[in-house]
């Protein structure tokens, strides 16, 4: 099953959370229906110092980025920080350790590559339990187009 984290908010107090869960639900009904498909690949870093493996993303972007804006929006409109950088869509593969020896044209194969499309069903507001076995639990879903 695929997730598709549209933004990271970082820690949400608790006292936020149902003001957060109330505001999302309407910037997700307003979108419409949404196939996309993995296409290409990158990195995040330099070829010499990559940090992040990445699939791209093909199909409906622009309303998924659409989303991700009204998503951005809800949050700081219930006084949460969010990032002020453009989101950029894609699927994260893997990272690369700090001072390791790293391939960073390895995501270069995947230049060529057109996965089938899916449809996003859902957006799910998780919270995340960090530690040495990562855990997710969902505070909130909301149906897609």
């Given at each position: 099953?695929?997730?598709?984290?549209?933004?990271?908010?970082?820690?949400?107090?608790?006292?936020?959370?149902?003001?957060?869960?109330?505001?999302?639900g309407?910037?997700?009904?307003?979108?419409?229906?949404?196939?996309?498909?993995?296409?290409?690949?990158?990195?995040?870093g330099?070829?010499?110092?990559?940090?992040?493996?990445?699939?791209?993303?093909?199909?409906?972007?622009?309303?998924?980025?659409?989303?991700?804006?009204?998503?951005?929006?809800?949050?700081?409109?219930?006084?949460?920080?969010?990032?002020?950088?453009?989101?950029?869509?894609?699927?994260?593969?893997?990272?690369?350790?700090?001072?390791?020896?790293?391939?960073?044209?390895?995501?270069?194969?995947?230049a060529?590559?057109?996965?089938?499309?899916?449809?996003?069903?859902?957006?799910?507001l998780?919270?995340?339990?960090?530690?040495?076995?990562?855990?997710?639990?969902?505070?909130?879903?909301?149906?897609?187009?």
């Amino acid at each position: 099953r695929w997730h598709l984290t549209l933004l990271f908010l970082g820690r949400v107090p608790d006292e936020r959370v149902p003001a957060l869960v109330a505001a999302a639900g309407p910037a997700v009904a307003d979108a419409p229906p949404i196939t996309l498909r993995l296409a290409g690949g990158g990195r995040f870093g330099s070829v010499r110092r990559p940090q992040v493996a990445w699939a791209g993303l093909d199909g409906d972007v622009r309303a998924l980025v659409d989303l991700a804006g009204r998503l951005a929006a809800a949050a700081a409109g219930v006084g949460l920080p969010v990032e002020d950088r453009p989101f950029r869509p894609h699927l994260t593969l893997g990272r690369w350790r700090p001072g390791r020896a790293a391939d960073g044209a390895l995501t270069d194969r995947l230049a060529a590559y057109r996965g089938p499309g899916w449809p996003v069903t859902e957006v799910r507001l998780l919270e995340s339990h960090l530690g040495p076995r990562p855990t997710y639990a969902a505070v909130g879903a909301w149906p897609v187009g």
